[in-house]
């Protein structure tokens, strides 16, 4: 009845609101390339990274209460069931782990740096979230956005690297403490600069219609990409029309998770994209049983889980989509965000079928939140001038949609906060 509701209201807003020029974002810059990879510099004991205070704006900004089990906020906390991550939970009640969803993003892609970094090593968090009142007064380990990490071995000799390793997982503040462990921290959810929506990166790739490929960053609204024409990411695959960006941004650096298949495709999307994705046990190249796919974030998705491609592994194109296993899961940094929005809100990219939209936990919700919008592009031919920054649509759709749906609907790192 809420999403009727949503639907509804945002309809008659699309036809009052739809502007001529879509509201400017940042400047336009060029983009695409990724950047030469770099040695990773170890952090020298009581170094910290940013070098500011742990509580500041230009790290993980201010401290905002002590979080109890019977407070309000304590549905801000999840717990981090990461079986690659070991919790030495010594009180016994689990407190360790829970956090914040944007520490347990962070804490999950450092654990893969760790087990890709040193193979048979795991991540292990020594102190999480505090409700014995063991740290210092506005310690941020008390709201569940700060732990304490070694690795499982102990090798204290690995710590320099593990807390570079916890740098370039997007932690706000890492500071190697003390010789037994690494200290991080992160934003809190609701602040303004701990948001990023769900894009692709400037260099991926899309298919058109004449059967070439063309980067995302040079994609326009008109062109026809290849995209999925089944709700669930299965069904034939055909070309849509692009109507619009839903993000454009060429010229930030932001923090993509990496998908390698078996197939050979390997797709990168920001933490709260939707990928199509089956638990199943699943053969290579077969086409996914009925009822086989969910949606799920991208940090979410674990080695092992089976998306679809639409290529074999030997160069075979196929009429749907196939499924393949991922074999590796990484994050890395690449150049430029891109969000494009077909008509059928699927799309391929670099060679996977992916959804069209973030934030929202089912991609046939999403799907129905924005006919609103495909409507007016029925209307009108168009949805305004390409401009970059976040689509004044998707900005109105996320505050109706955290006023009006239950939080856990949505993935908080995707929430644009965009009160004014």
């Known amino acids: 009845m ?7 209201c945002l309809a008659v807003c699309a036809s009052l609101l739809s502007p001529g020029t879509d509201g400017c974002g940042p400047g336009r810059g060029y983009g695409g390339r990724r950047r030469s990879p770099r040695k990773l510099t170890p952090l020298a004991y009581k170094q910290f990274s940013p070098n500011v205070a742990e509580k500041t704006l230009g790290a993980s900004g201010r401290y905002e209460g002590k979080i109890t089990r019977n407070s309000e906020r304590f549905k801000e906390l999840t717990p981090n069931y990461n079986p690659d991550i070991i919790f030495k939970d010594e009180e016994n009640t689990g407190a360790d782990r829970m956090m914040t969803q944007r520490c347990k993003d962070k804490l999950n892609s450092l654990a893969i740096s760790v087990m890709n970094l040193w193979p048979g090593v795991r991540l292990r968090v020594t102190e999480g979230w505090d409700e014995d009142g063991h740290h210092l007064e506005e310690s941020l380990h008390y709201e569940g956005r700060a732990v304490d990490i070694t690795t499982s071995d102990r090798d204290r000799n690995k710590y320099a690297m593990l807390a570079r390793l916890a740098v370039e997982a997007g932690f706000d503040w890492v500071y190697y403490e003390s010789k037994a462990h ?26 058109l219609e004449s059967g070439s490929q063309k980067s995302i960053s040079d994609l326009r609204p008109g062109e026809r990409v290849l995209a999925s024409s089944g709700g669930d990411g299965s069904g034939d695959l055909v070309f849509s029309e692009v109507l619009t960006f839903l993000d454009r941004d060429p010229v930030i650096w932001r923090l993509f998770y990496s998908l390698r298949t078996e197939a050979g495709a390997e797709l990168s999307l920001t933490a709260s994209h939707l990928i199509f994705v089956s638990e199943r046990n699943c053969s290579e190249g077969a086409a996914p049983s009925p009822g086989a796919l969910r949606t799920a974030y991208a940090s979410e998705v674990r080695p092992g889980q089976c998306v679809l491609v639409s290529e074999g592994s030997v160069g075979q194109k196929y009429k749907e989509g196939r499924l393949t296993r991922i074999d590796q899961v990484g994050v890395r940094e690449s150049r430029g965000a891109f969000a494009p929005l077909t008509r059928q809100g699927t799309v391929v990219v670099d060679g996977v079928v992916a959804s069209c939209y973030a934030v929202l936990d089912q991609h046939t919700l999403a799907h129905w939140a924005f006919a609103p919008l495909r409507l007016l592009h029925s209307w009108t031919g168009t949805l305004g001038q390409n401009v970059d920054g976040v689509h004044w649509y998707a900005r109105l759709l996320h505050w109706f949609g955290r006023r009006l749906l239950d939080s856990g609907r949505l993935h908080p790192l995707g929430v644009a906060q965009d009160d004014r």
């Open 2 to 8: 809420l999403l009727r509701t949503l639907v509804t």
């Open 182 to 207: 690494i200290h991080c921290s992160v934003k809190s959810d609701h602040s303004v600069a701990a948001k990023s929506g769900g894009c692709f990166p400037g260099e991926a790739l899309v298919t």
